[in-house]
Protein backbone atom coordinates (compact mmCIF):
# COMPACT_ATOMS: atom_id res chain seq x y z
CA UNK A 1 0.00 0.00 0.00
CA UNK A 2 1.43 3.32 -1.21
CA UNK A 3 2.09 6.05 1.80
CA UNK A 4 1.45 9.07 0.95
CA UNK A 5 0.59 12.78 2.10
CA UNK A 6 -2.00 14.28 -0.13
CA UNK A 7 -0.88 17.75 0.09
CA UNK A 8 2.68 16.73 -0.63
CA UNK A 9 1.40 14.97 -3.67
CA UNK A 10 -0.43 17.84 -5.05
CA UNK A 11 2.38 20.31 -4.12
CA UNK A 12 4.80 17.93 -6.79
CA UNK A 13 1.86 17.54 -9.78
CA UNK A 14 0.81 21.48 -9.74
CA UNK A 15 5.05 22.18 -10.10
CA UNK A 16 4.75 19.93 -13.25
CA UNK A 17 2.30 23.09 -14.76
CA UNK A 18 3.26 26.00 -16.86
CA UNK A 19 0.40 28.22 -16.31
CA UNK A 20 -0.13 28.33 -19.64
CA UNK A 21 -3.66 27.03 -19.79
CA UNK A 22 -4.61 29.05 -16.89
CA UNK A 23 -4.02 32.33 -19.00
CA UNK A 24 -5.61 31.07 -21.77
CA UNK A 25 -8.65 30.10 -19.98
CA UNK A 26 -8.73 33.72 -18.97
CA UNK A 27 -8.40 35.34 -21.71
CA UNK A 28 -11.28 33.21 -23.63
CA UNK A 29 -13.35 34.10 -20.36
CA UNK A 30 -12.45 37.87 -20.19
CA UNK A 31 -13.53 37.69 -24.37
CA UNK A 32 -16.81 35.96 -23.87
CA UNK A 33 -19.00 39.45 -23.28
CA UNK A 34 -17.50 40.57 -26.52
CA UNK A 35 -19.36 37.50 -28.01
CA UNK A 36 -22.51 38.54 -30.53
CA UNK A 37 -25.96 37.45 -28.81
CA UNK A 38 -26.82 35.96 -32.62
CA UNK A 39 -23.57 33.62 -32.64
CA UNK A 40 -24.49 32.47 -29.17
CA UNK A 41 -26.08 29.35 -30.81
CA UNK A 42 -23.11 27.88 -32.82
CA UNK A 43 -20.85 28.66 -29.89
CA UNK A 44 -22.43 27.07 -27.29
CA UNK A 45 -23.11 23.83 -29.58
CA UNK A 46 -19.59 23.81 -30.07
CA UNK A 47 -18.01 24.47 -26.71
CA UNK A 48 -20.81 21.90 -25.31
CA UNK A 49 -19.52 18.98 -27.80
CA UNK A 50 -16.11 20.02 -26.37
CA UNK A 51 -17.28 19.96 -22.75
CA UNK A 52 -19.66 16.35 -23.48
CA UNK A 53 -16.34 14.73 -24.62
CA UNK A 54 -15.25 14.71 -21.12
CA UNK A 55 -17.40 11.50 -20.11
CA UNK A 56 -15.94 10.22 -23.10
CA UNK A 57 -12.41 10.65 -21.93
CA UNK A 58 -13.37 10.12 -18.04
CA UNK A 59 -14.72 6.42 -19.06
CA UNK A 60 -11.21 5.88 -21.39
CA UNK A 61 -9.33 7.01 -18.53
CA UNK A 62 -10.71 4.41 -15.99
CA UNK A 63 -10.73 1.90 -18.91
CA UNK A 64 -7.13 2.41 -19.15
CA UNK A 65 -6.43 2.18 -15.52
CA UNK A 66 -8.51 -1.53 -14.92
CA UNK A 67 -6.51 -2.69 -18.17
CA UNK A 68 -3.25 -2.83 -16.24
CA UNK A 69 -5.32 -6.09 -14.59
CA UNK A 70 -2.35 -8.50 -15.03
CA UNK A 71 0.36 -6.07 -14.01
CA UNK A 72 -0.69 -3.42 -11.30
CA UNK A 73 -1.09 -4.14 -7.30
CA UNK A 74 -4.46 -5.40 -6.74
CA UNK A 75 -5.39 -3.19 -4.05
CA UNK A 76 -3.50 0.12 -5.28
CA UNK A 77 -6.09 -0.46 -8.92
CA UNK A 78 -9.54 -1.12 -6.81
CA UNK A 79 -8.03 2.43 -4.88
CA UNK A 80 -7.21 4.34 -8.00
CA UNK A 81 -10.09 3.23 -9.63
CA UNK A 82 -12.80 4.50 -7.00
CA UNK A 83 -10.82 8.03 -7.42
CA UNK A 84 -11.04 7.80 -10.94
CA UNK A 85 -14.95 6.59 -10.80
CA UNK A 86 -16.03 9.35 -8.45
CA UNK A 87 -15.78 12.63 -10.24
CA UNK A 88 -16.45 10.61 -13.67
CA UNK A 89 -20.25 9.87 -11.55
CA UNK A 90 -20.03 12.85 -10.91
CA UNK A 91 -21.32 13.59 -14.76
CA UNK A 92 -24.30 12.42 -14.27
CA UNK A 93 -25.26 13.65 -10.86
CA UNK A 94 -24.15 10.72 -8.86
CA UNK A 95 -21.86 11.94 -5.85
CA UNK A 96 -21.19 9.64 -2.45
CA UNK A 97 -23.75 10.27 0.22
CA UNK A 98 -25.94 12.93 -1.83
CA UNK A 99 -28.87 12.93 -3.72
CA UNK A 100 -29.15 12.07 -7.14
CA UNK A 101 -28.73 15.47 -9.09
CA UNK A 102 -29.07 16.52 -12.37
CA UNK A 103 -26.78 14.71 -15.07
CA UNK A 104 -24.28 17.80 -16.37
CA UNK A 105 -25.58 17.30 -20.26
CA UNK A 106 -28.90 17.82 -18.62
CA UNK A 107 -27.53 20.96 -17.01
CA UNK A 108 -25.96 22.23 -20.34
CA UNK A 109 -28.98 21.95 -22.37
CA UNK A 110 -31.07 23.85 -20.06
CA UNK A 111 -28.06 26.75 -20.04
CA UNK A 112 -28.24 27.02 -23.41
CA UNK A 113 -31.88 26.65 -23.71
CA UNK A 114 -31.58 29.79 -21.20
CA UNK A 115 -29.13 31.75 -22.98
CA UNK A 116 -30.50 31.61 -26.61
CA UNK A 117 -33.79 30.82 -27.01
CA UNK A 118 -33.58 27.91 -28.46
CA UNK A 119 -34.11 24.66 -28.60
CA UNK A 120 -30.54 21.95 -28.03
CA UNK A 121 -30.04 20.12 -31.45
CA UNK A 122 -30.67 16.32 -30.71
CA UNK A 123 -27.30 15.43 -32.65
CA UNK A 124 -24.54 18.06 -33.34
CA UNK A 125 -23.97 19.36 -36.61
CA UNK A 126 -21.66 18.45 -39.07
CA UNK A 127 -17.99 19.98 -39.06
CA UNK A 128 -18.81 21.37 -41.96
CA UNK A 129 -21.63 23.60 -40.41
CA UNK A 130 -19.06 26.01 -39.10
CA UNK A 131 -16.14 26.93 -37.41
CA UNK A 132 -17.26 26.40 -33.35
CA UNK A 133 -18.85 22.65 -34.06
CA UNK A 134 -15.32 22.36 -36.01
CA UNK A 135 -13.15 23.28 -33.36
CA UNK A 136 -15.22 21.41 -30.53
CA UNK A 137 -14.92 18.29 -32.40
CA UNK A 138 -11.04 18.76 -33.19
CA UNK A 139 -9.96 19.66 -30.10
CA UNK A 140 -12.11 16.51 -27.97
CA UNK A 141 -10.53 14.05 -31.14
CA UNK A 142 -7.19 15.21 -29.91
CA UNK A 143 -7.48 14.40 -26.06
CA UNK A 144 -9.04 11.39 -26.95
CA UNK A 145 -6.05 10.67 -28.90
CA UNK A 146 -3.97 11.29 -26.64
CA UNK A 147 -5.45 9.26 -24.12
CA UNK A 148 -4.87 6.62 -26.26
CA UNK A 149 -1.39 6.14 -26.22
CA UNK A 150 -1.36 4.35 -29.43
CA UNK A 151 1.81 2.04 -29.13
CA UNK A 152 2.30 2.00 -25.15
CA UNK A 153 2.35 -0.89 -22.88
CA UNK A 154 -0.53 -1.02 -20.27
CA UNK A 155 0.86 0.49 -17.45
CA UNK A 156 2.68 3.37 -19.11
CA UNK A 157 -1.00 4.25 -20.41
CA UNK A 158 -2.37 4.20 -17.52
CA UNK A 159 0.26 6.42 -15.65
CA UNK A 160 0.31 8.70 -18.38
CA UNK A 161 -4.09 8.69 -18.55
CA UNK A 162 -3.43 9.26 -14.61
CA UNK A 163 -1.42 12.42 -15.48
CA UNK A 164 -3.84 13.74 -17.81
CA UNK A 165 -6.94 13.24 -15.96
CA UNK A 166 -5.10 15.61 -13.14
CA UNK A 167 -4.53 17.95 -15.03
CA UNK A 168 -8.56 17.75 -16.27
CA UNK A 169 -9.73 18.36 -13.01
CA UNK A 170 -7.24 20.16 -11.26
CA UNK A 171 -7.39 23.06 -13.98
CA UNK A 172 -11.34 22.60 -14.01
CA UNK A 173 -11.35 24.22 -10.55
CA UNK A 174 -10.21 28.08 -12.15
CA UNK A 175 -11.73 26.92 -15.29
CA UNK A 176 -15.34 26.92 -13.98
CA UNK A 177 -14.67 30.45 -11.69
CA UNK A 178 -13.32 32.01 -14.86
CA UNK A 179 -16.42 30.66 -16.91
CA UNK A 180 -19.08 31.76 -14.10
CA UNK A 181 -17.07 35.23 -14.22
CA UNK A 182 -17.17 35.60 -17.82
CA UNK A 183 -20.23 34.67 -18.68
CA UNK A 184 -21.89 36.61 -15.85
CA UNK A 185 -20.30 39.91 -17.15
CA UNK A 186 -22.21 38.48 -20.66
CA UNK A 187 -25.28 37.99 -18.16
CA UNK A 188 -26.01 34.74 -17.56
CA UNK A 189 -25.87 32.64 -14.60
CA UNK A 190 -25.93 28.87 -14.80
CA UNK A 191 -26.74 26.20 -12.54
CA UNK A 192 -24.45 24.64 -15.30
CA UNK A 193 -21.15 26.59 -14.57
CA UNK A 194 -21.66 26.71 -10.63
CA UNK A 195 -22.15 22.79 -10.38
CA UNK A 196 -18.82 22.72 -11.82
CA UNK A 197 -17.36 25.43 -9.28
CA UNK A 198 -19.31 23.12 -6.11
CA UNK A 199 -17.52 20.51 -6.96
CA UNK A 200 -14.08 20.73 -9.10
CA UNK A 201 -12.12 20.96 -5.95
CA UNK A 202 -13.48 17.26 -4.50
CA UNK A 203 -12.68 15.83 -8.09
CA UNK A 204 -9.01 17.24 -7.99
CA UNK A 205 -8.49 15.43 -4.74
CA UNK A 206 -9.76 12.06 -5.87
CA UNK A 207 -7.36 12.57 -8.97
CA UNK A 208 -4.80 13.50 -7.05
CA UNK A 209 -5.72 10.84 -4.57
CA UNK A 210 -5.43 8.17 -7.72
CA UNK A 211 -2.62 9.11 -8.56
CA UNK A 212 -0.61 8.38 -5.22
CA UNK A 213 -2.64 5.38 -4.94
CA UNK A 214 -1.62 3.80 -8.54
CA UNK A 215 1.81 4.89 -6.77
CA UNK A 216 3.15 7.09 -9.78
CA UNK A 217 3.98 10.24 -7.54
CA UNK A 218 7.11 10.82 -9.51
CA UNK A 219 6.55 9.27 -13.13
CA UNK A 220 7.69 11.02 -16.05
CA UNK A 221 4.99 9.79 -17.84
CA UNK A 222 2.51 11.13 -14.91
CA UNK A 223 4.12 15.11 -15.74
CA UNK A 224 3.89 14.54 -19.58
CA UNK A 225 -0.03 13.61 -18.87
CA UNK A 226 -0.37 16.48 -17.13
CA UNK A 227 1.16 18.74 -19.67
CA UNK A 228 -0.44 17.24 -22.71
CA UNK A 229 -3.54 18.36 -21.29
CA UNK A 230 -2.59 21.77 -20.50
CA UNK A 231 -2.02 22.64 -23.87
CA UNK A 232 -4.74 21.12 -25.20
CA UNK A 233 -6.69 23.41 -23.32
CA UNK A 234 -4.52 26.41 -24.44
CA UNK A 235 -5.57 25.26 -28.03
CA UNK A 236 -9.06 24.81 -27.23
CA UNK A 237 -9.45 27.90 -25.60
CA UNK A 238 -6.97 29.88 -27.93
CA UNK A 239 -8.91 29.28 -30.61
CA UNK A 240 -12.31 29.64 -29.02
CA UNK A 241 -11.15 33.58 -28.22
CA UNK A 242 -10.34 33.76 -31.67
CA UNK A 243 -13.51 32.95 -32.88
CA UNK A 244 -14.92 35.37 -30.85
CA UNK A 245 -13.12 37.86 -32.26
CA UNK A 246 -14.05 36.97 -35.40
CA UNK A 247 -17.64 36.88 -34.67
CA UNK A 248 -17.62 40.64 -33.25
CA UNK A 249 -16.26 41.98 -36.61
CA UNK A 250 -18.24 39.82 -38.83
CA UNK A 251 -21.44 41.27 -37.17
CA UNK A 252 -20.04 44.77 -36.74
CA UNK A 253 -19.56 44.63 -40.63
CA UNK A 254 -23.09 43.79 -41.08
CA UNK A 255 -24.21 45.98 -38.91
CA UNK A 256 -22.32 48.53 -41.20
CA UNK A 257 -24.17 47.05 -44.36
CA UNK A 258 -27.11 47.73 -42.66
CA UNK A 259 -26.75 51.21 -41.66
CA UNK A 260 -25.23 52.06 -44.96
CA UNK A 261 -28.66 50.25 -47.09
CA UNK A 262 -31.00 51.37 -44.69
FE1 LIG B 1 -19.13 18.20 -15.94
FE1 LIG C 1 -14.39 17.45 -12.56
Known amino acids: MPEYNLDEVHEKLTASLTGTAELAIKK ?14 E ?12 DMMFALIAYHVQATHDESDYRDRFMTMQNVLQPFCSEYGIEAGRPLANPHRKLYLDFYESVTGKKWPSVYPPSSAGHWINNGRFWADRMINNLKCHGMTSMDRAKYNLGYHWSVEYLSIGEFEQLREGWRKAGFDGAYIQAHCDVEPEHANCATAAIAEFGIVDDALVRRGIRD ?22 FAVREKVREAVS
Open 229 to 250: HEYDLVGFYTENTELVLAEKRR
Open 43 to 54: AMVGMGYQYESF
Open 28 to 41: FCQTVPELPKQAYP
